[in-house]
């Protein structure tokens, strides 16, 4: 009872003090800004004092998984979301704790794409949280209490017959499913709270034998396997769905069967075979996939709303779905307020790379011959920074590869074919952070090359077996991580910082000219913007993958950021929340 009363009183005060307090000095949504930016305009933190910085409190949450919140701090509270999607409020000046929410998890479904969530949405007194168990919950901001709950999958989990398929040809336990959760933080809009589905584009990992080592490969097999994705709204007050964007259409989906990337790069297409085979499989739309892994930017303006769609499915294995497979593997831009379509870019027509587009997109204008035009930006798992006129979807221009590149757009061989980047990217989901001053974005970027492999299974009574691909580490090839600074009205690169480790996580800048981001080796790190010199760093227990958040409360300026691994990468787990400031 006391707890309760407390916790009122904290309320009240919050809610007294709201209106002074400058979300400008907080981390109010999952980008930063309206523009998703992760752009800080603190500057109490700078480049000269940078090395001073100490730590200011830690919080352990007891679970040690994957993770990759972004917390969210608005009115002097930090709302983090855990593995397994507890929540919990604590005074982000002290990281005491003032309430908690315990998931109740349905054990009755798969989870398709580990415990990991990347963050909530807080508005209107609500905290709003997509679950690895395919819900969407609403959450008292006050006090944690569930307001609501809402089934967005329909209880439809996993796919998991044609596991058996692989058995007696590979090495490692077979895991994953074509089961839907959500990972995505939601944004709220107008009344509404906008999700995707992940989990739908149907690819197999095949675990390595050694628990701490990253995956041992990724399979997409040939067949009806997977469902379609969707992004959709629902309302703030009772969960109920306003609209839904499905991103295979029913119509359609086979597109132009074109010969290219809309930038030009050529892509090993039969053509001919593909429209030979289409009334083969003409159903192949039902089982689309097309997850919803970033959270969306919305252009306030006019409404518009921008996300990034997954592979098609199956993953790799493209024998069974011919056509250009729409629209997935593209940044689509709906009409915010009714889910319509406004165009799409299709980055790669029938992907058979698992070419997701992952990062969240960013809103800036470009400069050009003395014109500035409203654009928005997305890192690719290709290596390449996309720009594109945010009102029409015309392709501006795409940057200098981040990342090297080899091979790219090739056919899996029984050989086996190094390529590189491949599945896991380019820039896997870790959002950039954008420097509209000085002109820059920073990009989380990985060099990790894999070997793309085609194989044939031995069928009945002579027959050809099921076909299926796969992408595996190349074990001697070196992998390491480049953070990389990009002109976002030319696509030069500025300068470019190389770590031990592939960068997966995410970035942070801030307006006195600093750069964070993480390693899976433990390291944050802060860099000069303008030079790419390193100025900084601090140690924790496990993996910094998840992107860390600056924010400013009684005019003392921190810096967080969770601290769990990956285990999909092989970065040591943790169950850390860590906060530096000056002394």
């Known amino acids: 009872m006391r707890i309760r009363q407390i916790l009122g009183a904290l309320s009240s ?99 398709c794409c580990g415990p990991a969530n990347r963050g909530v949405a807080v508005s209107q007194g609500r905290v709003f949280m997509g679950t690895v168990d395919g819900r969407l919950i609403a959450l008292d901001a006050q006090t944690g209490a569930k307001l609501w709950d809402e089934d967005v999958t329909k209880g439809k989990s996993g796919i998991r017959e044609d596991i058996s398929i692989l058995a007696g040809d590979t090495e490692g336990e077979v895991s994953g499913t074509s089961g839907a959760g959500l990972n995505m933080a939601p944004m709220v809009y107008k009344g509404k709270v906008i ?5 739908v584009g149907y690819g197999l990992h095949l675990d390595s034998p050694d628990p701490n080592a990253p995956l041992g490969a990724v399979v997409g097999i040939a067949g009806k396997y997977g469902r379609r994705g969707f992004l959709a709204a629902y309302d703030i007050e009772t969960g109920e769905q306003a609209w839904q964007f499905d991103t295979i259409p029913e119509q359609g989906w086979e597109g132009d069967f074109v010969e290219t990337t809309p930038d030009g790069e050529i892509l090993p297409r039969d053509i001919e075979a593909e429209k030979a085979a289409a009334d083969d499989y003409a159903d192949a739309w039902r089982y689309g996939g097309g997850s ?14 921008y996300f990034g769609t997954g592979n098609p499915s199956p993953q790799m294995e493209g024998s069974s779905r011919p056509g250009d497979n729409l629209y997935t593997s593209s940044l689509v831009a709906l009409d915010a307020t009714t889910g319509e379509l406004k165009w799409y870019f299709q980055q790669v027509p029938h992907d058979m790379w698992g070419y997701d587009v992952a990062s969240p997109p960013v809103l800036f204008d470009v400069r050009r011959d003395g014109e500035s035009i409203p654009a928005v930006g997305q890192a690719g798992k290709t290596g390449w920074f996309y720009v594109l006129n945010r009102h029409t979807g015309e392709l501006i221009f795409k940057s200098e590869a981040y990342v090297p ?38 990009i989380a970027g990985i060099h990790w090359p894999v070997t793309y492999s085609l194989h044939q299974l031995e069928g009945k009574n002579g027959e050809a077996g099921v076909q299926y691909s796969s992408m595996s580490p190349v074990n001697t090839e ?103 400031a000056l002394p």
Request: charged letters at 20%; glycine letters at 10%; one cysteine or more.
């Open 478 to 580: 070196e992998r390491y991580g480049l953070l990389s600074a990009i002109n976002i009205d030319t696509g030069e690169l500025v300068w470019q910082h190389k770590t031990p480790d592939p960068l997966l996580g995410g970035v942070l800048s801030t307006a006195s000219g600093l750069v964070f981001s993480g390693e899976g080796s433990g390291e944050l790190f802060a860099l000069d913007s303008e030079s790419g010199k390193k100025l900084w760093s601090a140690s924790t227990e496990a993996g910094v993958n998840a992107p860390p958040i600056s924010y400013q409360i009684g005019g003392k300026q921190y810096v967080a950021v969770v601290a769990g691994g990956n285990k999909l990468f092989g970065f040591k787990g943790g169950d850390a929340l860590k906060v530096w």
């Open 405 to 442: 590149q080899q091979n790219m757009f090739q056919s899996p061989s029984k050989a086996g074919t190094v390529i590189y980047p491949g599945v896991l990217g380019g820039s896997n989901w870790s959002p950039v952070s954008l420097d509209p001053e000085r002109r820059l974005v920073f």
């Open 195 to 199: 999700i995707g589905i992940t989990g």
């Open 292 to 305: 919803a892994w970033s959270t969306p930017a919305i252009d306030h303006d006019t409404d518009t709303l």
């Open 13 to 111: 005060v919050l809610m007294i003090t709201a209106c002074s307090v400058d979300t400008q000095e907080e981390w109010p949504l999952f980008g930063g800004n309206e523009l998703h930016q992760r752009h800080s305009p603190l500057t109490q933190i700078t480049p000269d004092n940078v090395n001073e910085l100490e730590p200011a409190w830690e919080f352990h949450s007891g679970i040690e998984a994957t993770f990759q919140a972004t917390p969210i701090v608005k009115n002097g509270v930090m709302y983090v979301s855990l593995p397994f999607n507890d929540v919990v409020a604590l005074d982000a000046a002290s990281g005491e704790r003032l309430w908690r929410y315990q998931h109740d998890w349905d054990e009755t479904r798969n989870m």
